[in-house]
């Protein structure tokens, strides 16, 4: 049986490894995109998801706007990551429009039409989700499961020395997220492991559109910068990896208490994990904790060919 899928994505070079990877999944069906300010501005990810997947000549599903910003707090993005624009490679202007929905409303309206058929992976600041949950708290009881790519439980960040990018540009939503959902979170302690080989780059980066466009998205780390956090094999394909975990399992979870640090010092958007149980606080998250490597990689490259 196929999973329905809502991706809530700030498209970005991984969401659209991750957006591709999706659609070509024969046991995912993608049934709409509601984009966040996030890698960058959400009139960039908006037109991003839609030039995506033009690319991929798959518009057949809804795209929906949704926060043009943070809950309480300025956009900071990341295109000097992503690209100028937010993503790399050659992408074709794209025609299509949003729908007339916020993509907030757009989530709880997805839920209340699939309910527990619908799985939502949030892939870029989790504002819409958060803002979706304000609007309906009974979200999370109405779905199937929440996916996030966000945190950093028990490895350091990627923005600070304590926070990942996700969770650093909303840690309002993200605090509300962890405490109201249940949710699995495949954080950097699984994603930064979630490389892909310089062979199928390379390979990629030979072929006809899309692979070559896809080559484009994996080069978007700078491999250099990346290293000297200790990742040996960049490129870490974050968001992607939360996609194939959805339906092939190659994370390993356990169940803790997770708060976000919604300050504003050097720990913003620091995710804690209370490992000990020192906290007496619920275990109300899944944390993902190791990542089947190979799996991962044989998977995408597998799922990509099907494009
Ligand atoms: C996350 O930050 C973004 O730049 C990526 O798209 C991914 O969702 C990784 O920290
Ligand atoms: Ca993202």
């Known amino acids: 049986m196929t999973t329905k899928l809502l991706i809530d994505t700030d498209?970005?070079?991984?969401?659209?490894?991750?957006?591709?990877?999706?659609?070509?999944?024969?046991?995912?069906?993608v049934v709409g995109l509601s984009t966040v300010a996030g890698n960058t501005t959400l009139e960039n990810t908006?037109?991003?998801?839609?030039?995506?997947?033009?690319?991929?000549?798959?518009?057949?599903?809804?795209?929906?706007?949704?926060?043009?910003?943070?809950?309480?707090?300025?956009?900071?993005?990341?295109?000097?990551?992503?690209?100028?624009?937010?993503?790399?490679?050659?992408?074709?202007?794209?025609?299509?429009?949003?729908?007339?929905?916020?993509?907030?409303?757009?989530?709880?309206?997805?839920?209340?039409?699939?309910?527990?058929?619908?799985?939502?992976?949030?892939v870029g600041p989790w504002t819409n989700l958060a803002t979706a949950m304000l609007l309906e708290p009974a979200l999370p009881d109405m779905v199937a499961n929440i996916y996030l790519m966000g945190g950093a439980a028990m490895t350091g960040g990627n923005v600070t020395p304590e926070a990942e990018f996700n969770v650093y540009v909303d840690p309002e939503a993200a605090s509300h997220v962890v405490q109201h959902a249940r949710p699995k979170m495949g954080g950097l302690d699984v994603t930064n492991r979630s490389t892909v080989a310089a062979e199928l780059i390379e390979d990629y980066a030979d072929r006809d559109a899309p692979f070559d466009t896809i080559a484009a998205w994996f080069g978007y780390e700078d491999a250099d910068a990346v290293r000297e956090r200790g990742i040996e094999d960049p490129p870490s394909v974050h968001d992607a990896a939360v996609v194939i975990d959805i339906v092939e399992d190659i994370f390993e979870y356990e169940t803790y208490p997770v708060e976000v640090n919604t300050g504003h010092g050097p720990s913003r958007g620091a995710t804690i994990c209370d490992t000990r149980g020192t906290t007496g606080e619920e275990q109300t998250v899944d944390v993902a904790v190791d990542v089947d490597l190979e799996a991962f990689r044989t998977t995408l490259a597998e799922t990509l060919e099907n494009l």
């Open 11 to 29: 498209p970005g070079c991984d969401d659209a490894v991750a957006i591709a990877a999706a659609l070509a999944h024969p046991d995912l069906e």
């Open 46 to 122: 908006t037109r991003n998801a839609h030039a995506i997947l033009e690319l991929l000549d798959r518009t057949n599903f809804p795209v929906a706007r949704g926060c043009d910003r943070p809950i309480s707090r300025e956009l900071v993005s990341a295109e000097d990551v992503h690209g100028p624009g937010g993503i790399r490679g050659d992408l074709p202007e794209p025609t299509a429009e949003p729908i007339d929905a916020h993509g907030a409303a757009f989530i709880v309206d997805q839920a209340r039409e699939y309910g527990d058929d619908l799985t939502i992976a949030a």
